[in-house]
């Protein structure tokens, strides 16, 4: 997987903790993961190897249901680093999950995406650059962090509405009775949703004046962070976050940045680029992340980029790549992926 210079992923002490209280030696996950032991003591990791201690300690433990709640709940939260831990300050669970969607941007390689219709709130979980997913622990944990934030946060026992996972994630009674809600496996989606009405609860941990302290840090630090990013690039990953089903239009996106469409449309220019050009490498670059994964269907994949009907992205691929999507994932993937057109199962993970 390719890895960005820029990442530099600091694995919380409170991740260590909770692999010792779980009677998990850390060296023996470093060694696991193929990371020098040394990494417990200095845990700043590349993207590769955040992914590597999460798949060492999904296989130490064994069920990835199991090692989900179990590490969720043995999770001290005074262990968590400024970034989560001004959520667990904040006003009321809105105030809290806003938060960590924002401060997430500061530690890679997990994006949320917070949606609020009707009486849900959906929490979609997407990669920050994409190149490839992250362990079924690793998608389990982020998501089940988040219900636990606002049960710690309000103290009281909140249960979702709905999780869906896109991979198999061991056993389903396990993960149903932690969330309180029913646990799909096999979506096109990492999600999780919410009783829109928890979100109003206030949480008994609200604490200004730590949050006075933690917010203008935190907030500096990304925006040093934002503004080091080409313009076209921040473009780029608002793009991706919002291709699924339909093609997203330059309104939403220059809302999204909190500018006009002409003022988007310069800054583009300045970098000579243009909205459509950027719109077509996020789709190239999310088409080629989502064939790697042999648990999407070629249907799926064009409708997560964008595209109406599979015909018009079996146009755009072959001009990408001048191939067809399903023989491109072959050659990549191996002879046993299906051909075009047939629904493929979901790899199931162990």
């Keep these: 997987m390719k890895s960005h210079p820029s990442e530099r992923i600091k694995i919380p002490l409170g991740f260590w903790a909770g692999l010792r209280e779980l009677g998990i030696d850390p060296d023996d996950a470093a060694r696991k993961a193929g990371l020098p032991l040394s990494i417990v003591a200095e845990p700043i990791v590349n993207t590769a190897q955040y992914f590597a201690i999460w798949q060492a300690y999904s296989d130490l433990i064994g069920d990835t249901a199991r090692g989900i709640t179990l590490l969720v709940t043995a999770f001290e939260t005074a262990k968590y680093p400024p970034t989560v831990l001004a959520t667990y300050h904040a006003r009321d669970y809105r105030d809290a999950l806003n938060r960590m969607a924002r401060y997430k941007q500061l530690c890679p390689p997990e994006s949320l995406r917070i949606t609020e219709e009707g009486e849900r709130c959906t929490i979609d979980l997407d990669w920050l650059h994409n ?3 992250g362990p079924p622990m690793l998608v389990g944990i982020t998501l089940a ?4 934030l606002g049960r710690r946060g309000t103290g009281q026992p909140l249960t979702a509405k709905l999780v869906e996972f896109s991979h198999a994630m061991g056993d389903t009674q396990t993960l149903e009775a932690y969330f309180g809600c029913p646990v799909r496996m096999g979506t096109p989606y990492n999600r999780l949703t919410l009783h829109r009405s928890d979100l ?5 941990s609200y604490n200004e004046e730590l949050l006075e302290v933690l917010t203008p840090v935190l907030d500096q630090s990304l925006d040093e962070q934002q503004s080091s990013r080409s313009f076209s690039e921040s473009v780029k990953w608002i793009m991706k976050r919002t291709l699924t089903g339909g093609r997203p239009d330059i309104q939403t996106i220059a809302k999204e940045l909190g500018m006009s469409d002409r003022t988007l449309q310069r800054r583009l220019a300045d970098e000579n680029t243009s909205f459509k050009h950027v719109l077509t490498q996020a789709r190239h ?14 249907k799926e994949v064009a409708f997560l980029i ?3 009907d599979q015909n018009s992205f ?5 001009q990408w790549e001048g191939d067809t999507p399903s023989n491109w994932r072959s050659e990549r ?13 979901p790899t199931v993970l162990a």
Excluded: K, M, N, W
């Design 285 to 298: 670059e999310q088409a080629l992340d989502y064939l790697a994964d042999s648990s999407l269907d070629i």
């Design 145 to 148: 962090c988040l219900l636990e």
């Design 131 to 133: 190149e490839q997913s």
């Design 314 to 318: 079996y146009r755009a691929f072959r």
């Design 333 to 345: 993937l191996g002879a046993d992926v299906v051909s075009e057109g047939q629904l493929e199962l």
């Design 306 to 308: 964008g595209y109406e």
């Design 200 to 204: 109003d609860r206030p949480f008994v």
